[in-house]
């Protein structure tokens, strides 16, 4: 997991709505931020991960120690 994944999924973790994260990325100086673009890289570590949901990503990333 790269870093901006990462910082993806904590915040996501902190409750944080997909548009929400997609604004706070942009703040930060990140590229490649539209929602749509974090719909996909949440679709990308779904399949990479072999889960369904967001939700079962988590839990394997915690599981994991990922996260």
Avoid: C, H, P
Wanted: glycine fraction near 2%; charged fraction near 35%.
């Amino acid at each position: 997991m790269d870093k901006k994944e990462y910082k993806v999924m904590k915040l996501l973790a902190k409750g944080y709505t997909q548009k929400e994260v997609s604004q706070e990325l942009k703040k930060n100086g990140y590229s490649a931020t539209s929602l749509s673009t974090i719909e996909k890289l949440l679709a990308k570590l779904r399949k990479q991960y072999k889960v369904k949901t967001t939700i079962q990503l988590f839990v394997f990333l915690v599981k994991k120690e990922v996260l």
